[in-house]
């Protein structure tokens, strides 16, 4: 969480009081204010609006990332995705972009992380597949699991577990450009993930 701070304060340009300022945490899973970063979005100056696919998790918009008809064109300040585009298919992170793209203000932002395949790709090269690579509140992570999604809640039955797709520092900025954001910037937070911020020129 301490490399994406600077990230932020870099492209984040202040688009509105800070009583108005809202941010669509995408794929909020259940309620809980420690999934949303709090260096950059304080509750005091942020309101938190939930989206999510599982009804189950009380979310304030129940919809797809790929379709967030729900939400207004241009009725967000910042959109906030934590671990949501590698479980689509590759050729549904457009859909999800421009999705993202759509319901943001005028020089509103976005930030995202997600599993970084290059640093997981170095372990593989070593070997270490199925070593741990960290400790997690669900237990053990293995590079497998970072690859390929959690292994154990798949076996449960968790299926939207699963990854899809994966990115390189390189790839996702890529990806950003071409969904049209501009200022994009992409972090290696050298404990396996991405940090993204973008802004939405228009």
């Not at 979310?59 to 064109?73: E, G, N, R, W």
């Not at 050729?91 to 992380?113: M, N």
């Amino acid at each position: 969480m301490t490399q994406a701070t600077p990230l932020i304060q870099e492209s984040a340009t202040p688009i509105a009081p800070p009583a108005m300022r809202q941010v669509l945490h995408v794929g909020c899973g259940a309620a809980n204010p420690d999934k949303v970063p709090q260096d950059f979005f304080p509750f005091a100056a942020w309101t938190e609006l939930r989206l999510d696919i599982d009804p189950n998790v009380a979310p304030d918009i129940v919809a797809s990332i790929t379709d967030m008809a729900p939400v207004a064109t241009a009725s967000v300040d910042a959109v906030w995705s934590a671990h949501n585009l590698e479980h689509l298919r590759a050729h549904e992170v457009p859909l999800a972009l421009a999705e993202f793209r759509r319901v943001l203000r005028p020089k509103g932002f976005i930030l995202v992380t997600m599993p970084d395949l290059q640093q997981i790709a170095q372990l593989i090269y070593e070997d270490k597949l199925e070593g741990t690579a960290y400790i997690s509140a669900m237990g053990p992570i293995m590079p497998l699991d970072m690859l390929y999604g959690f292994g154990r809640s798949i076996a449960e039955g968790n299926d939207f577990m699963g990854h899809r797709t994966g990115f390189t520092a390189t790839s996702l900025a890529a990806h950003l450009a071409r969904a049209g954001f501009a200022n994009v910037q992409v972090q290696r937070d050298g404990a396996f993930a991405l940090w993204a911020s973008a802004v939405n020129p228009a």
